[in-house]
């Protein structure tokens, strides 16, 4: 593990808790359940590496469709676990963010999220971020709206005048996208953010993921030559 080349900003998509369910013969939210022990060892093993930045991929804006019987147990399985949660990350310097359309969460959801980000607002290890109720066309078409309405020029529109009205205007772009589960897509997720991301795909179900699997997504990263569209260009 080259300590000087550690990606400053991971992404993750967390996929497999269902299918991983339906291997121990379980409903859906099983598998969600038991996803917890993932989400702890990746920002541990994110903190024990010295990232910066991760971003876990909760639920999209897509997900509202699913049966209200896993949308309302997963809802509720996300206050149970800020509530435990929380002394560990305040413990481990984790500063918890949130992006997505938060108004279309539970009542009890906000608040349990607004009171673990006032809670940890002064860490400064790491920061997670839960995007939550999240999608990057959502997003996307709400940053052209923000624009719209402060009267943004048409001809004054060009890539650094749209990251200020992005949901991400105060993270870096990742440098690493680690998906679960064998897919190979990104789901509308960070679309505008992942440019020049480097991809990391595992058949690996999300909630046997742990610490070893994250160094190796690292460690694969750390292997790769990133030139960002011009030849010759590496960092």
Not at 38 to 43: G, I, K, L, N, P
Not at 92 to 120: F, H, W, Y
């Amino acid at each position: 593990m080259d300590e000087k080349h550690i990606p400053r900003h991971v992404a993750v998509v967390m996929d497999g808790n269902g299918r991983w369910a339906q291997k121990q013969k379980q409903k859906r939210i099983f598998g969600h359940q038991h996803a917890m022990t993932a989400v702890r060892e990746t920002v541990e093993a994110g903190t024990e590496l010295g990232v910066k930045y991760i971003t876990l991929y909760t639920f999209s804006t897509e997900n509202w469709n699913r049966p209200k019987e896993e949308v309302d147990g997963i809802m509720e399985l996300l206050v149970r676990t800020i509530q435990s949660e929380t002394p560990q990350l305040k413990k481990n310097g984790v500063r918890l963010e949130v992006i997505g359309d938060m108004g279309r969460l539970p009542e009890l959801s906000r608040e349990k999220l607004q009171g673990c980000m006032a809670e940890t607002s002064g860490n400064d290890r790491l920061v997670l971020v839960l995007a939550l109720s999240y999608s990057s066309r959502w997003e996307i078409g709400e940053a052209i709206r923000k624009m719209i309405a402060a009267g943004v020029k048409p001809e004054e529109i060009d890539e650094e005048s749209i990251r200020p009205y992005l949901t991400t205007k105060d993270y870096p772009d990742p440098d690493l996208l680690i998906r679960t589960g064998g897919e190979l897509r990104l789901s509308n997720f960070l679309l505008w953010q992942m440019a020049y991301t480097e991809f990391y795909f595992t058949e690996k179900l999300w909630p046997d993921f742990r610490k070893e699997d994250f160094r190796a997504a690292v460690e694969a990263f750390q292997g790769r030559q990133r030139r960002f569209g011009k030849t010759g260009e590496q960092k």
